[in-house]
């Protein structure tokens, strides 16, 4: 069964369901400017742990429409 949320513009995005043990527990480095401005892939990727390359190292993960911070 086939999970999803509401994206940009209000429109549903279909994503399969994964198992608890898909997230990434290795985070993604990003930089800065790709936390500002994400691609469609990560927005999608709501398993993902992204973390900024440059301290503090904030994590942050996809709610679909944008990348926030963990905690």
Do not use: K
Not at 4 to 32: C, K, L, M, R
Not at 35 to 44: E, I, K, M
Not at 51 to 67: C, E, F, I, M
């Amino acid at each position: 069964m086939a999970t999803g949320f509401v994206g940009p513009n209000g429109q549903w995005v279909e994503v399969p369901d994964q198992p608890a043990a898909a997230g990434s527990y290795t985070p993604i480095s990003i930089t800065a400017g790709e936390q500002a401005a994400p691609t469609a892939a990560q927005l999608a990727n709501i398993w993902a742990t992204y973390q900024l390359n440059v301290a503090p190292y904030t994590r942050y993960r996809s709610d679909g429409s944008a990348l926030v911070a963990e905690g």
